[in-house]
Nanobody
């Protein structure tokens, strides 16, 4: 069982920056594609970014491309999301997620990720 714990959420002004972190409790972290999703109030959970199990490939939603950067450190079992140029529409609960750990192709749908953190709130307002 993979346990995930997010940190780093909070409040920011439009145009500001925040960095989210996700710590994983597994000895095989390097086998898992890792992703960030977010959920606004009354909205469905939506894809933000994903990074391949070995860190050599990333993919972003159009809404965050060029503003957010996903990264990972397999030696520390951690993943990060650097968010810059924040907009009010970036507000929501951000979740980190791990797939099945079988080195499958990266996915952008929540159903492909059986492991989830509890989420961290990000609020962007002036």
């Amino acid at each position: 069982q993979v346990q995930l714990q997010e940190s780093g959420g909070g409040a920011a002004q439009p145009g500001g920056s925040l960095t989210l972190s996700c710590a994983a409790s597994t000895l095989t972290f390097g086998n898992y594609n890792m992703a960030w999703f977010r959920q606004g109030l009354g909205q469905e959970r939506s894809f933000v970014a994903v990074i391949r199990w070995n860190g050599d490939s990333t993919y972003y939603s159009d809404s965050v491309k060029g503003r957010f950067t996903i990264s990972r450190d397999n030696s520390k079992n951690t993943m990060s999301l650097r968010m810059s140029g924040l907009k009010p529409e970036d507000t929501g609960v951000y979740f980190c997620a791990a797939d099945t750990g079988e080195k499958f192709p990266m996915a952008t749908v929540p159903s492909r990720y059986p492991h989830w953190g509890q989420g961290t709130q990000v609020t962007v307002s002036s």
